[in-house]
């Protein structure tokens, strides 16, 4: 299982699979520079962390790039998306301008080592709400990590999915809108894009029957 850009594995806290699934846990890495490719970055994973032969891959977000990539040089049984893309046809308008611009690179990320010191701006109850999600489930703050990611994100060109896999899309994703999601997909009702957390009990309810499948 493959967590979010910047996340740790206890995102999956709340998601349980039947004993007969081993669960292991990717946690990521820094990169050697701003400038490591995506493919060489996926290969340190595979060297580091993969220890199972034909596994199947969880991943969300960005981990649901990075487990796709990783598909591309070992042999996978099965690749499980969530709230995630399969290729950049699935951009929306509003991530298409940002990497045609490079607006991305004015993003100060330095402020996500000072979030503790946001939080005394924060006028809202929604807005104290995401500081504390992001204070309990983002593990990595570290500003080149977040440009590296980032940069790999929006320039990402995928490789066509030549395995088994299921797509889940939440209908109230604002990062990656449904409606530009190409089929196939499974959409989760009322799911967000923190939906491995928030609906987990919707998971645990239908994820193993359709491992099964």
């Given at each position: ?61 960005f ?24 290729n950049e ?84 994703d ?13 959409i ?26």
């Amino acid at each position: 299982m493959m967590p979010g850009m910047a996340a740790g594995p206890n995102i999956f806290e709340f998601l349980k699979l039947p004993d007969t699934y081993e669960i292991h846990y990717l946690h990521w890495l820094q990169p050697l520079s701003v400038n490591e490719s995506l493919q060489q970055y996926c290969k340190r994973l595979i060297e580091e962390q993969i220890y199972h032969e034909n596994p199947i891959l969880l991943g969300v977000s960005f981990g649901g790039i990075i487990i796709q990539e990783m598909a591309q040089q070992i042999d996978v049984r099965q690749l499980i998306l969530i709230s995630t893309i399969k290729n950049e046809k699935e951009w929306s308008p509003f991530h298409k301008a940002i990497r045609q611009t490079h607006l991305y690179k004015l993003l100060p990320l330095q402020l996500f080592n000072h979030i503790t010191f946001l939080e005394k701006f924060a006028v809202s109850k929604r807005i104290k709400h995401r500081i504390e999600l992001y204070k309990r489930y983002m593990d990595v703050k570290n500003p080149e990590y977040l440009k590296w990611s980032i940069k790999k994100i929006l320039n990402w060109k995928a490789t066509p999915i030549n395995l088994p896999f299921v797509h889940f899309v939440g209908d109230k994703d604002l990062v990656f809108p449904p409606r530009y999601i190409h089929n196939p997909k499974i959409i989760v009702p009322k799911g967000r894009h923190d939906m491995i957390i928030f609906k987990a009990n919707w998971f645990n309810k239908y994820l193993p029957e359709i491992l099964v499948k």
